[in-house]
């Protein structure tokens, strides 16, 4: 009782010293008021960048049961072809995001016709082919089927982009790539019927993995952007008259500076609306030392270069294009099971969606939402793995303005912070890489002030640690593995287990109230989303 007095004299000391002298900034929490513990310090006074609202997005594929690597099979009917789609905790789960972006596409994009009735191009179904790009021949998307998904994305309040075939009509090239103009002729008439029917579209994205070296075949950025130009020809003219129209997306493919340069020049100021790119930087999925990578703060840091370097090509270049990662399961090849779908993987997806965020990238789409061993949900069972519930918590705690963060202490510690979405103060995640050590986290500002502080002659209004109750609490989510196990497929959230009930709904994920002037306790191999309604930041307003 004695020590909390003292504790508490402590910050009305150093909050009147601060206070009557006018300082501007001021810490949040005592230990860091008079420079105890580690510390992260936030500089509030401005956004560093701004994401989308729904920045949280995750991908739906097309690949086929038999689609195998390194001998295990792991996509089972997860395809926007076969999937479930009256599953009620796959509604739930997107539903729980209100809303949800989706990407629709991926490797068979490229190798997908659409049904629209054309003599010329029978609707028929990917088969096993191992002579043919990827593994299968082409596939077919029936009408009848992208129906009952449009019926699933108006119930579920989904955001959808749909992947484009951006092979139709190429030719070899001497250069050992496809050349040629696009033939748009099938996607055009899917467009068409996709509007007709009333379908709510967030984008077109035009082809998968074309760009610089390619995956499977490339497309020199000469010939790409022409496309691009024409693909927004055709957006424009279906929809002309409509209130709103769907972003145009490309490439969807991996960052090759040069390529991406030419195709930014050449589609400014505004033919391009969203530049995506992907992200698979943990290498193959048979990798036997991912987790050494996860785990090591250096070799998550080696991505920030990427967000850097693309954004540094659209300020240079004058355009209004923005950046998204339009896929990325950070092991490719369908990831590997009890990794990239296990309590340890949401040290690297939370890292990435902070990193990310920070170079303005406005959404992140998560390879994928179902299907292969990277799934939010599980292939079989639909029920979340861990990476669900940290996106959720993400996408309800991390607002779209995002501000300098900086730590103290070891390099284990990665931290990012945001204004908190729909709510007072800001939201601070803590991930903790280290198995062995407790950080006891103090959090301080630049440009910061407590919120309901006035200065006015010598009267105090809200003196922190002296205060109502209510304001001196923040709100915490502890996220561990269940038994301790990083390899786990079960999360608890501040104790508990999360899973969905006997109706399929998905779990409240409801957090602990701490005192404001304790430090943020993150355990060892731990994630912690902070809720500070207090800290007022000029940039949060």
Not at 181 to 199: C, E, L, S
Not at 204 to 232: F, H
């Amino acid at each position: 009782m004695a020590a909390g007095l003292l504790l508490k004299m402590v910050v009305f000391c150093v909050w009147a010293l601060f206070w009557l002298g006018g300082s501007a900034t001021v810490s949040t929490t005592a230990g860091a008021a008079f420079g105890g513990g580690e510390a992260v310090v936030v500089d509030s006074r401005s956004a560093v960048a701004v994401t989308d609202e729904d920045f949280v997005c995750a991908t739906l594929d097309w690949w086929p049961p038999d689609k195998c690597d390194y001998g295990t099979c792991a996509w089972g009917n997860a395809s926007l072809l076969n999937l479930n789609l009256s599953n009620k905790i796959l509604l739930n789960a997107v539903k729980a995001f209100s809303p949800l972006k989706l990407r629709l596409g991926g490797s068979l994009q490229d190798m997908l016709i659409y049904g629209t009735g054309d003599p010329r191009q029978p609707c028929t179904p990917f088969v096993k082919n191992t002579s043919a790009m990827f593994g299968f021949t082409q596939g077919c998307l029936p009408l009848h089927r992208w129906d009952e998904l449009n019926a699933l994305f108006k119930k579920s309040g989904a955001k959808v982009t749909f992947g484009l075939n951006a092979l139709n009509g190429r030719v070899p090239m001497p250069d050992g790539s496809l050349g040629g103009p696009w033939n748009y002729t099938n996607a055009a008439d899917f467009i068409r019927y996709t509007v007709d029917k009333g379908y709510d579209i967030h984008g077109w994205e035009l082809g998968n993995e074309l760009s610089g070296s390619g995956v499977g075949a490339r497309i020199d950025a000469d010939q790409y952007s022409a496309d691009v130009i024409t693909l927004k020809h055709i957006i424009d003219s279906t929809y002309q008259g409509y209130p709103s129209k769907p972003r145009l997306l490309a490439p969807g493919g991996f960052f090759d500076a040069a390529w991406f340069t030419e195709l930014v020049g050449k589609t400014k100021p505004n033919q391009l609306d969203v530049i995506t790119h992907h992200i698979y930087n943990l290498g193959p999925g048979v990798d036997d030392h991912l987790i050494e990578k996860i785990l090591n703060p250096s070799y998550l840091d080696g991505e920030a270069s990427t967000f850097s370097n693309l954004q540094g090509i659209l300020k240079s270049a004058g355009t209004s294009t923005v950046a998204w990662v339009g896929e990325a399961g950070g092991a490719y090849n369908s990831g590997h099971h009890l990794v990239t779908d296990a309590f340890v993987f949401s040290f690297w997806y939370l890292d990435q969606l902070g990193m990310s965020s920070k170079y303005d990238t406005k959404s992140y789409c998560r390879q994928t939402l179902i299907g292969g061993n990277y799934g939010l949900l599980n292939t079989t069972t639909f029920e979340p793995n861990p990476d669900y519930y940290s996106a959720l918590l993400w996408h309800r705690l991390m607002g779209t303005k995002v501000l300098s963060t900086t730590f103290n202490g070891t390099n284990m510690i990665r931290a990012y912070a945001h204004c908190t979405r729909n709510s007072d103060g800001i939201t601070l995640l803590l991930i903790n890489l280290s198995g062995n050590n407790t950080n006891h986290i103090y959090v301080t500002s630049e440009g910061a002030h407590a919120q309901g502080a006035r200065k006015e002659g010598r009267r105090f209004g809200h003196i922190p640690g002296l205060g109502e109750a209510a304001e001196l609490t923040r709100e915490e989510y502890h996220l561990t593995p269940k038994d301790g196990n990083l390899q786990s497929q079960h999360v608890l959230l501040n104790g508990n287990l999360l899973a969905t009930d006997s109706n399929g709904d998905i779990p409240k994920l409801e957090p602990v109230q701490v005192e404001g002037t304790r430090p943020i306790t993150v355990g060892p191999y731990s994630i912690v989303f902070a809720h500070i309604p207090s800290f007022y930041a000029p940039a949060c307003r």
